[in-house]
T-cell receptor, first 112, second 117 residues
Framework: SQQGEEDPQALSIQEGENATMNCSYKTSINNLQWYRQNSGRGLVHLIL?????REKHSGRLRVTLDTSKKSSSLLITASRAADTASYFC????????????FGTGTRLTIIP | DTEVTQTPKHLVMGMTNKKSLKCEQHMGHRAMYWYKQKAKKPPELMFVYSYEKLSINESVPSRFSPECPNSSLLNLHLHALQPEDSALYLCASSQERGAGTGKNIQYFGAGTRLSVL
């Protein structure tokens, strides 16, 4: 399977703390994307980082990418209750049939 | 408008029924996708349409039949489903399939929660 692995599988933190989740993947990529999914809803795109980028910011989100280790991390700073959701990385491989492959996901719970 | 609309939101069907899921987008996107998602799992790709042509079928059983009547609409026809097909079915669209271009950022609908009895 080309599926990425995310860790931790689940994370609970207090509101206001920072949350970090990690994604490891197996293939060479063009880019890596992060998505959020609120319970039972569709996924929402958060951020895309290209293979030649090492770090990217969007509001309270910071994404890093290490292509030598085939890993990425998503940091959410100053967490809020509304950040409670599942977070998935998705890799865009630079070979084959051009489909995104989603990681296993991290379930984040923010405790008010 | 960055919305992908899926109907119905919920569907309960028997194993002998025929039903259809519908998906619509008006963003001018040329790639559309069907995913199946079980609880606490990532979405699993089922089908991809690119420029209204089926370009990926992930070995999905024939009881699922996709259709793309035009560039804005995507249907999934269901027939003789099994209880294990109960899941959240998600539709998504992107500008293109476009590997490496960033044009494959996907916009998802809210999904159809399907229960097969």
């Amino acid at each position: 399977s080309q599926q990425g692995e995310e860790d931790p599988q689940a994370l609970s933190i207090q509101e206001g703390e920072n949350a970090t989740m990690n994604c490891s993947y197996k293939t060479s990529i063009n880019n890596l994307q992060w998505y959020r999914q609120n319970s039972g809803r569709g996924l929402v795109h958060l951020i895309l980082i290209r293979s030649n980028e090492r770090e990217k910011h969007s509001g309270r989100l910071r994404v890093t990418l290490d292509t030598s280790k085939k890993s990425s991390s998503l940091l959410i700073t100053a967490s809020r209750a509304a950040d409670t959701a599942s977070y998935f990385c998705a890799t865009d491989p630079n070979f084959g049939n051009e489909k995104l492959t989603f990681g296993t996901g991290t379930r984040l719970t923010i405790i008010p | 408008d960055t919305e992908v609309t899926q109907t119905p939101k919920h569907l309960v069907m028997g194993m002998t029924n025929k039903k259809s899921l519908k998906c619509e987008q008006h963003m001018g996107h040329r790639a559309m996708y069907w995913y199946k998602q079980k609880a606490k799992k990532p979405p699993e790709l089922m089908f991809v349409y690119s420029y209204e042509k089926l370009s990926i079928n992930e070995s999905v059983p024939s009881r699922f039949s996709p259709e793309c009547p035009n560039s804005s609409l995507l249907n999934l026809h269901l027939h003789a489903l099994q209880p294990e097909d109960s899941a959240l079915y998600l539709c998504a669209s992107s500008q293109e399939r476009g590997a490496g271009t960033g044009k494959n950022i996907q916009y998802f609908g809210a999904g159809t929660r399907l229960s097969v009895l």
